[in-house]
């Protein structure tokens, strides 16, 4: 899924209300102090548009925003609205699931189960992990011999016939290590391959 969720999108346009009817008086002939326009126009639009790209930075300054208009606002249709936002973000699988780096599922490419082996080459070792999934994105490699995020690897992938090539050979960035000890090994994002690995890569993943 690359869309973001529909739920995301509504609760970050919340704090579109403000600015709008900030906007439309400002139609009619009225003036603000630049107080009023700080927290009733640019702060509002700054956080909407961090909402929208995930952005931790914008996630905790959301609550404190929310406070300050507290203090001023307290009984205002903006701060009820703005809780009400506040609400949806605060509950902890939100947070985790929106603005968890590593969990940005609707950015991610689909995955699709795999069971083969590898190879994967470092500066300094070889070894032989098994392909638990894989995308045009990235894999799961299920190995013992993590290495450190961030880290450049190359992969290896045999491939079936009657796939042109015998194998893919692709450049990839450790992204995660799992610390679960039923499901050791590492989550991979590709960031280099040939046309014709990737092209041989869909034709792969279409098989799967």
């Not at 906007?23 to 002939?29: A, T």
């Not at 290590?177 to 092209?199: N, T």
Request: net charge positive.
């Amino acid at each position: 899924m690359r869309q973001r969720p529909l739920a995301l999108i509504i609760a970050s346009c919340v704090f579109l209300f403000s600015p709008v009817s900030l906007f439309w008086k400002y139609l009619q002939g009225q003036t603000f102090p630049a107080v009023d326009l700080l927290l009733g126009g640019i702060l509002p639009l700054i956080l909407c548009i961090g909402l929208l790209r995930v952005n931790r930075i914008a996630w905790y300054t959301l609550f404190g925003f929310v406070f300050l208009l507290g203090i001023r606002d307290l009984k205002g249709l903006h701060f009820l609205a703005y809780v009400i936002s506040l609400s949806y973000f605060i509950n902890p699988r939100i947070k985790q699931l929106y603005f968890d780096p590593k969990l940005q599922w609707w950015r991610q490419k689909r995955r699709y189960e795999a069971n083969g082996p590898t190879i994967v080459e470092t500066d300094t070792k070889t070894f032989y992990p098994h392909l638990k999934n894989i995308s045009e994105g990235g894999c799961f490699l299920e190995t013992p011999h993590t290495q450190e995020e961030f880290e450049h690897i190359w992969i290896t992938i045999p491939l079936p016939s009657p796939l042109p090539q015998s194998s893919l050979k692709l450049k990839g960035e450790v992204r995660w290590v799992s610390s679960d000890p039923e499901k050791v090994g590492m989550g991979i994002q590709f960031i280099s391959a040939s046309r014709s690995d990737r092209l041989n890569l869909k034709k792969f993943i279409a098989q799967q």
